[in-house]
């Protein structure tokens, strides 16, 4: 059972920084997708940055140029490095992840692609 738990999550001004862990376990599958999901309150869960097992990635627009999604060496660990965060920023921030062993994704920044899902970390921007 793949289990993922997120942290790194707080509390900033505009302009600040933070960084997300993702901290994978019990994966065994050879070659995957990760990605970082947002839901601000009263909103829907969007895609923020995806990372596959061969080092692609993903961005949303709205984060491209600030935010940036890396592996660890050890492949269970992924990071979220959130760069000039705004209040729109505010949200919490779900790690989720996905086998490619046996599928394609063709939309990693959509949801319903990824079964796996963590708990979620907060963030909150204040001007």
């Known amino acids: 059972q793949v289990h993922l738990v997120e942290s790194g999550g707080g509390s900033v001004q505009t302009g600040g920084s933070l960084r997300l862990s993702c901290l994978a376990s019990?994966?065994?599958?050879?070659?995957?997708?990760m990605a970082w999901f947002r839901q601000a309150s009263g909103s829907e869960r969007e895609g923020v940055a995806s990372?596959?097992?061969?080092?692609?990635?993903n961005y949303a627009d709205s984060v491209k140029g600030r935010f940036e999604i890396f592996k660890a060496n050890a492949e269970n660990i992924i990071y979220l490095q959130m760069n000039s965060l705004n209040p729109e920023d505010t949200a919490m921030y779900y790690c989720?992840?996905?086998?490619?062993?046996?599928?394609?994704?063709?939309?990693?920044?959509?949801?319903?692609?990824?079964?796996?899902w963590g708990q979620g970390t907060e963030v909150t921007v204040s001007s």
């Open positions: 019990g994966y065994t599958h050879r070659r995957y997708i």
């Open positions: 990372i596959d097992s061969d080092g692609s990635t």
């Open positions: 989720a992840a996905e086998s490619l062993d046996m599928r394609t994704i063709l939309r990693p920044l959509r949801q319903w692609e990824y079964t796996y």
